[in-house]
C-alpha cells in the first residue's frame, strides 16, 4: 500500500499539465491586446479581478490566514511581488516587442531551469542526471530558437528588448516557485492566494497610476474585457491553484519544468488564432524541450507505476 502522506503522482502531473494549458493563452492575451492596453493596466485589471473573484471563496480564510500574513510579511511581500507584480507585468511588456510563440518558447523553457538551478540552491532539491540531461536538453531547444539553427549566430548571440523583458519575467515566476514551495503550513491554499493576489495588486497600484499619466486611458471594448476575465479567472485563480498543488505533490523543481509544455499549447494557438508561423526552429525547439521533460520524469512514473505492483 502506498503509505500516508506519499505524493500523488498522477495527481501532481495532471494539475500541472491543465495549468499550463490554461496559463499558455496568456502570451496569446499579450499579444493580441498590447495595442489596446498597457501593459501595468492589463497586469493590475487582472489581478483586481483575480481578487474579487476569488473574495467569496476566500471569505472564511481570510481572519485566520490574516494572523499568518502579519507573522510573515516579508514573505508574503517578495512572493505577491514575483509572482504577481513583476512576472505577468514583464510579460506584457514584452508582448509589445517579441511575438507569442517566441516569448513562450523563451520564458517557459528558461524559467524552469532558473527554478531547479534556485530550489537545488536554496531548498537543496537533489540534481540528479537525468535532470541535468533534462535542462541540457531544454537549453539546447531555447539556444537553437534564438540563434535560428545556426552555430555562427550562437556565437554571435545578442538578445533583443523582448527577449530580455521575457527572460527578466521568468527569473520572476523561478523565484515565486520557491516562495510557493515554503509557504506557511497554517495557512490554507485559498487563503494564501487571496492574500498573495491581494497584496500583489497593491503593489502594482503605484506604477499602474503613473503609467496612466503616460499613456492613452483604457478603451474598454468586450474584447479587452473578456480578455481581463479569462486571465483573471483562468490563469490567475484557476491555474494558480492547480499549480500550487502540483508544487506540493511533485516539488519546485519538477513541477517547474512542466512549464516547458506552455510553448507547444501557446504555438498551437498563436497559430489558429494570431496567423503567426510555426518554423522548422520552432519545431525542432518543441522536440528537445519534451525530450527535456520526458527525461525528467519518465523515472518518477516508472518508479510510481512498480511501487503499485508491490
Avoid at 36 to 44: C, D, G, K, N
Avoid at 75 to 100: C, E, K, Q, R
Wanted: charged share 10%.
Amino acid at each position: 500500500m502506498k503509505p500516508t502522506g506519499h505524493p500523488n503522482v498522477t495527481l501532481g502531473i495532471l494539475l500541472a499539465v491543465a495549468a499550463t494549458i490554461i496559463w499558455s493563452g496568456n502570451f496569446i492575451i499579450s499579444r493580441a491586446v498590447n495595442t489596446e492596453i498597457a501593459p501595468v493596466a492589463l497586469s493590475f485589471y487582472r489581478w483586481a479581478t483575480a481578487v474579487v473573484l476569488l473574495l467569496p471563496f476566500a471569505w472564511q480564510h481570510i481572519q485566520p490566514a490574516w494572523q499568518v500574513v502579519k507573522e510573515h510579511k516579508a514573505y508574503f511581500f517578495w512572493t505577491s511581488l514575483t509572482g504577481i507584480s513583476l512576472f505577468n507585468t514583464f510579460v506584457y511588456v514584452a508582448g509589445h516587442s517579441s511575438t507569442a510563440i517566441n516569448m513562450a518558447l523563451i520564458g517557459t523553457t528558461s524559467s524552469p531551469i532558473m527554478s531547479i538551478l534556485l530550489a537545488h540552491y536554496f531548498l537543496k532539491e537533489h540534481i540528479n542526471l537525468r535532470r541535468i540531461i533534462g535542462m541540457l536538453l531544454c537549453i539546447a531547444g531555447i539556444l537553437f530558437l534564438l540563434s535560428k539553427g545556426s552555430f555562427n549566430n550562437l556565437l554571435h548571440l545578442q538578445f533583443t528588448k523582448g527577449d530580455v523583458w521575457i527572460l527578466l519575467a521568468a527569473f520572476s515566476f523561478a523565484c515565486y516557485n520557491i516562495f510557493a514551495r515554503k509557504r506557511p503550513s497554517t495557512i490554507s491554499a485559498t487563503g494564501f492566494l487571496f492574500f498573495v493576489f491581494a497584496i500583489g495588486t497593491a503593489l502594482l497600484l503605484p506604477a499602474y497610476i503613473i503609467e496612466s499619466f503616460f499613456v492613452t486611458p483604457v478603451q474598454w471594448s468586450w474584447k479587452i474585457a473578456g480578455s481581463v476575465l479569462y486571465l483573471g479567472l483562468g490563469t490567475s485563480v484557476i491555474s494558480f491553484l492547480f499549480w500550487n498543488r502540483s508544487i506540493k505533490e511533485l516539488g519546485a523543481g519538477r513541477t517547474a519544468l512542466f512549464g516547458n509544455l506552455i510553448p507547444i499549447f501557446s504555438s498551437i494557438e498563436a497559430v489558429i488564432l494570431l496567423s503567426e508561423q510555426i518554423t522548422y526552429l520552432h519545431i525542432i525547439s518543441f522536440v528537445l524541450i519534451v525530450a527535456g521533460l520526458t527525461v525528467d520524469n519518465l523515472q518518477l512514473l516508472f518508479n510510481k507505476a512498480t511501487a503499485k505492483t508491490v
